[in-house]
């Protein structure tokens, strides 16, 4: 049974960090690229950054040199780290397997 459980949102201050982290099981997460999607309310879904099997990354223009997306295969573990966020981040933030599925997803809120 495949399963991505995303955990690390909450609530922060403008210009303040979070991590987001998402656990895969029941496939080899070592084989897929993982991404991570965001879909902020009466908007479509958007990509958010990816990272290949082989550890190449893209990012979307919106969170170049805020974020960085990472992964640790030996704990089938995906990272996100963003930093010097702003109120347009809040969002629910999907963990991604291409071909194989979405996590439940994490809420952001960035607000004062």
């Known amino acids: 049974q495949v399963q991505l459980v995303e955990s690390g949102g909450g609530l922060v201050q403008p210009g303040g960090s979070l991590r987001l982290s998402c656990v895969a099981s029941?496939?080899?997460?070592?084989?897929?690229?993982m991404n991570w999607y965001r879909q902020a309310p009466g908007k479509e879904r958007e990509l958010v950054a990816g990272?290949?099997?082989?550890?190449?990354?893209n990012y979307a223009d919106s969170v170049k040199g805020r974020f960085t997306i990472s992964r640790d295969n030996a704990k089938n573990t995906v990272n996100l780290q963003m930093n010097s966020l702003k109120p347009e981040d809040t969002a629910v933030y999907y963990c991604?397997?291409?071909?194989?599925?979405w996590g439940q997803g994490t809420q952001v809120t960035v607000s004062s």
């Open positions: 990272i290949t099997k082989g550890g190449s990354t």
């Open positions: 991604h397997a291409l071909g194989v599925g």
């Open positions: 029941g496939f080899t997460f070592r084989n897929y690229k």
